[in-house]
């Protein structure tokens, strides 16, 4: 139902996906960054990529939404509820869900915030590295109207790692373009 849920928004909205079943096969069981992160569009758009590539799909949300009042339907879409008022350490829970699991991918929106930020945070990274995973590059890319994998890289030394990602995204464009930095660090 959801592939077919997918086929229909992609297909409505002129968009196309851009992942070959070797990037895809790569993907599965990855951190997965979803670059850039500008509108709350992107969601519905990322989720269509997923369904569409058929990779299991997790991403954290604020534990409100996954209430009993909503009847599930973000657990459905592949929210984990995370309650952001008591002080935890989220990379070291994504760590372990990544260790336990080998039949999800984890996307994370490395930017923290639809607003446009300084640089993006290191969480994705320290979990690929914490859960010997692999990253994979999930893009949007709304002047184009694709979305997709860039491609799927190992968690090497920090700084290395964020240039090639950096390099990677340079000409991805957001929904507000003006909301994306593309200095990431």
Do not use: C
Not at 112 to 124: A, Q, Y
Request: proline share 3%; net charge positive; hydrophobic share 45%.
């Amino acid at each position: 139902m959801k592939y077919l849920i997918a086929k229909i928004v992609f297909f409505l909205a002129g968009w196309k996906l851009d992942a070959s079943s070797e990037k895809i096969a790569a993907a599965r069981n990855t951190v997965m960054i979803a670059a850039p992160h500008t509108s709350n569009f992107d969601l519905v758009f990322a989720l269509g990529a997923f369904w569409l590539m058929r990779l299991p799909i997790k991403f954290f949300i604020k534990d409100f939404y996954t209430k009993w009042y909503f009847l599930g339907f973000f657990k459905w879409l592949g929210a984990i509820g995370v309650d952001r008022s008591k002080s935890g350490n989220l990379v070291d829970h994504a760590s372990r869900l990544m260790k336990t699991r080998s039949d999800l991918t984890l996307m994370v929106p490395a930017e923290g915030t639809r607003k446009r930020v300084e640089k993006w945070k290191t969480g994705f990274y320290h979990i690929a590295v914490n859960s010997g995973k692999n990253i994979s590059l999930g893009y949007l890319d709304y002047a184009k109207k694709q979305a997709g994998i860039l491609e799927v890289i190992p968690a090497g030394e920090k700084s290395a790692t964020f240039n090639h990602i950096q390099t990677a995204y340079a000409e991805v464009a957001g929904k507000y373009p003006e909301l994306y930095n593309k200095i990431i660090h």
